[in-house]
């Protein structure tokens, strides 16, 4: 079966990502998103009304993508190691930057007055669902010969699971 035209584009393998890269992306992209999702649904509508929750949202992605790059750079700033690993993580932990830029602009303009508090609020935490159940897609693009069936099953089985994530975190936190 035929790739349709509109799914070529987002299943287009890319070459020169080394596999052990793609793996450090998709891991950024996933991670960022489930922690998008839960500053999203975390939030009150009082939060939401006042902007708060748009901050929250680029609060915990500029934290998480900090926190990511250290992680991955801390051997080569022990040892003096090469910069270019730095440099890779750097650029491995991007998609934790653009897992909140479309919530945290529906926040934005739901805080501006359009959308209503509850539909910002809903429309952000489906954009969290709909990326992490894309998670398949993406890592079928960046590196892994992986069937499209199986790309999307991973997908919707990680939303499943991060939508437990963030009930756990809103159970044992709030």
Do not use: C
Not at 47 to 66: H, I, M
Not at 97 to 113: D, I, M, R
Not at 146 to 160: H, K, M, N
Request: glycine share 10%; proline share 4%; hydrophobic share 50%.
């Amino acid at each position: 079966m035929a790739t349709s035209t509109v799914l070529r584009p987002l299943t287009r393998r890319r070459e020169d990502v080394d596999p052990h890269r793609a793996e450090s992306r998709v891991a950024a992209y996933v991670y960022g998103n489930v922690l998008v999702l839960a500053a999203v649904v975390g939030t009150s509508p009082a939060t939401v009304d006042s902007g708060t929750a748009a901050v929250l949202v680029v609060g915990t992605v500029l934290s998480t993508y900090v926190a990511h790059v250290l992680a991955h750079s801390i051997g080569a700033l022990f040892t003096g190691g090469d910069r270019r690993r730095v440099a890779q993580a750097l650029r491995d932990a991007t998609p934790i930057l653009s897992s909140g830029v479309l919530p945290a602009a529906l926040l934005l303009g739901t805080a501006l007055g359009w959308p209503s508090e509850l539909v910002g609020q809903s429309l952000a935490s489906a954009v969290g669902v709909v990326r992490i159940a894309g998670v398949g897609l993406v890592y079928r693009r960046l590196q892994a010969d992986v069937p499209l069936g199986r790309a999307v099953l991973v997908g919707v089985t990680a939303s499943a699971v991060a939508l437990l994530a963030v009930v756990l975190k809103l159970t044992l936190t709030h």
